[in-house]
């Protein structure tokens, strides 16, 4: 909303012809946007006929326009993943696919569970796929907003689609932002990673649990995935580890860490990984949550959705769903929240007055601001794991 209101006190000082240039109607939109269409390769027929019923979508400008003030706790997104009903799904979809899942999971070595659970996050077992036109949403996002240029690669892409004879029109059904079928695809994902299992022709990501199987595997295959990795799994950290330690960025051997004092709750590492895989520890909620030890898997699961939330989601899924459900040795920080786009900001800034250096104040919870939070912590006596909470920064304005 409150870009709306500057946007429209800025149309107030700006000429007529300069708010007319930073936003051309829809029409006009579509015309120039052909030019691209067709320099990419798309037929000007093909783009006349399907672009001609295509409709900006209100409900997509008014997302544009709002950036998420407030942030979901990591824990209760995992908790709501995790549903019973859910994991439920997950049990039923498992059994009842069993024969087609094992040979896909024999094809492509990604294990059935994995895709299952997959399965349930992007579109609870093909129950919630999404009902806008793809193509209109993604004009819509091409058209104006934050998400242009992602708008328009992808519109480019559901057309190739269509040209292709991949899908039908009718079938380019998906979510707002252009995530189609049980898989949630995104057009150039579908272009580069779909696959026609059953040989029909067609991949069919709506309807075709094969077709739908098949591209979720193949995806994760080419992500780097491997049958013989598990994701991950819980670690427990010795006294006196060092938090920076505790990065994606930082792969170590296994044995480097079980060297370190990093051991399972109840046993060894090397009980479930080879000592020889490059691994990483990661600390989701700081040194007050759980540690984890993940694989090159847990990485082709991001490649799916980029965030850490989303790859433990479908981890714990595929656990439960392979009947390895281990309850947390170490529980979330529940007593603690992510901050605000503001609080963010305030912790930069408070940093930032007492010579820590965390870079530019953005609001952006980079490597920068890390780094000079954990020289902080470590400044305070605090454990250095750089993870900015709503606890960290009332200490840190208390000091
Ligand atoms: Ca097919």
């Known amino acids: 909303m409150r870009t709306r209101l500057l946007a429209a006190a800025m149309a107030l000082t700006a000429t007529p012809l300069a708010a007319q240039e930073a936003e051309p109607d829809f029409g006009t939109f579509r015309e120039q946007f ?112 934050r998400r242009q240029s992602f708008g328009r690669t992808q519109l480019i892409a559901a057309l190739r689609i269509l040209q292709n004879g991949d899908a039908r029109r009718e079938q380019l059904q998906g979510s707002w932002a252009g995530a189609m079928g049980q ?41 780097g995935y491997r049958a013989d ?23 170590r051997s296994v044995a480097h860490w079980q060297s370190a ?24 909620a700081g040194a007050n949550g759980p540690a984890f030890l993940v694989t090159d898997n847990f990485r082709a699961i991001l490649r799916y959705n980029n965030a850490t939330a989303y790859a433990l989601a479908v981890g714990f899924l595929s656990d439960a769903v392979a009947g390895r459900s281990q309850p947390l040795a170490n529980d979330w920080p529940r007593d603690d929240r992510p901050l605000t786009l503001a609080e963010r900001k305030a912790l930069q800034e408070t940093l930032s007055g007492l010579g820590y250096e ?8 980079g490597a920068g601001t890390r780094k000079a939070l954990r020289s902080w912590q470590r400044d305070n006596g605090l454990p250095a794991d750089g993870y900015a909470s709503a606890l960290i920064l009332s200490r840190l304005m208390g000091a």
Request: proline residues 6%; negative net charge.
């Open 261 to 284: 004092g990093v051991t399972r709750p109840g046993g060894a590492l090397s009980d479930r990984i080879d000592l020889n895989e490059t691994v990483s520890i990661i600390l989701p």
């Open 229 to 251: 990795l598990p994701w991950g799994f819980e670690v427990v950290l010795p006294e006196g580890f060092d938090f920076a330690q505790a990065d994606r960025s930082v792969g």
């Open 34 to 145: 052909r030019i691209d269409a067709v320099a990419a390769g798309i037929s000007p027929n093909l783009y006349d006929e399907q672009m001609a019923t295509v409709k900006p979508l209100p409900v997509i400008l008014k997302r544009n326009d709002n950036q998420p003030e407030f942030v979901r706790p990591l824990w209760d997104y995992v908790d709501g993943a995790l549903s019973e009903a859910r994991i439920r799904g997950g049990l039923e979809g498992y059994a009842s696919e069993a024969d087609l899942l094992n040979t896909i999971e024999a094809e492509y070595g990604v294990d059935a569970e994995t895709l299952v659970a997959i399965w349930g996050m992007e579109s609870s077992f093909g129950r919630i796929m999404g009902d806008e036109d793809v193509l209109s949403a993604l004009s819509t996002l091409a058209y104006q907003g």
């Open 183 to 223: 898989t949630q695809f995104i057009p150039t994902t579908y272009l580069a990673h779909a696959v026609d299992h059953d040989g029909d022709g067609k991949k069919d990501l709506w309807s075709d649990r094969g077709d739908v199987f098949a591209s979720t595997a193949n995806y994760l295959s080419r992500s």
């Open 358 to 365: 965390p870079g530019p104040v953005d609001g952006i919870i």
